[in-house]
């Protein structure tokens, strides 16, 4: 490996399995001190055990790398301060952290519960947001000391939130909803050093293993396309000092691909300078739409 996180002292949560699990290892594989976070939650998000953390902490340390264990809520704002402090105290620093944790309550719009939108909310988006705080005002408090931080955060979106996804309303708003995140933290925390971007990757896990239950191997190469490890290395280089100037942007991971993502911004439009009548607008609407480019389809919609 090349040592490019040498030195680098890196958070992931949601990191006892799957795409966490594979960026922990690919972090301390190019030299980072990780934090292993994980609730030990099922794919629900019930239940929680301590066993899944510590063993990808312990198979960092027996590959001669360095890393601790961590059980908290990061959903919880005691939890997101724990795991920040659990990096200081331990490490003596923080310069990454990958928020990955979340699971899956998938039901159709009409027969989604009030407790599965709010439970799929709080553990991606609140999830990200309460790490995502804490560190910032630590690595804020660095910069105005003059120790000027290289920081980085790599959040976890979904093509399901730049695009929907059927029957996953509440995953999807989530999702979604992270992107807005990173763009707000990406423009606030710059001036302290701190360079935030997203990933919305496509792997094989607990969360997927039904869509993506064949392995997907390239013909005679073995590669096996939906490998979560496929996502790490990207995830790596942008916790890494080498991202420097990448920020506020999100980028697609997939097997060999990796795409940046051209979110919103303005196509066609029309002025008349005053109020449009009711008609007026409507008919103004469906001319710039016959104007502009058509959506990409909703997964699951095709």
């Not at 699990?21 to 990780?34: I, M, P």
Request: aromatic share 4%; proline share 4%.
């Amino acid at each position: 490996m090349s040592g490019l996180c040498s030195e680098r002292v890196a958070i992931v949560t949601g990191a006892g399995r799957g795409l966490g699990r594979a960026h922990a290892l690919a972090l301390a594989a190019e030299g980072a001190k990780v934090v292993v976070n994980d609730l030990g939650v099922g794919l629900d998000g019930t239940g929680s055990e301590a066993g899944p953390a510590r063993l990808v902490a312990d198979e960092i340390v027996a590959r001669g790398g360095q890393a601790v264990a961590h059980g908290g809520d990061v959903a919880t704002t005691e939890g997101a301060a724990s795991l920040i402090r659990t990096a200081v105290g331990t490490y003596g620093r923080l310069d990454t952290l990958v928020n990955n944790a979340g699971f899956l309550r998938d039901r159709m719009l009409v027969n989604l519960g009030e407790d599965d939108w709010d439970a799929v909310l709080r553990v991606h988006l609140k999830g990200h947001f309460l790490p995502l705080q804490h560190a910032a005002a630590h690595w804020r408090a660095e910069a105005k000391a003059g120790r000027a931080p290289q920081a980085r955060v790599v959040n976890t979106s979904s093509g399901a939130g730049l695009l929907g996804s059927v029957g996953q309303g509440n995953y999807a708003a989530a999702k979604a909803g992270i992107v807005g995140l990173t763009l707000v933290a990406a423009a606030e925390l710059g001036r302290y050093g701190v360079l935030v971007n997203a990933v919305a990757p496509a792997a094989r896990t607990r969360m997927t293993e039904a869509t993506f239950a064949e392995t997907m191997a390239v013909p005679g190469t073995g590669f096996d396309a939906m490998a979560p490890e496929n996502v790490s290395p990207l995830v790596v280089w942008l916790g890494s000092a080498a991202s420097a100037g990448v920020t506020g942007r999100v980028f697609e991971a997939e097997g060999g691909r990796i795409t940046v993502m051209e979110g919103w911004r303005p196509g066609p439009t029309a002025d008349k300078g005053a109020r449009w009548s009711p008609a007026e607008a409507g008919e103004t609407a469906l001319k710039l739409l016959a104007e502009a480019t058509p959506p990409e389809p909703v997964y699951g919609a095709r």
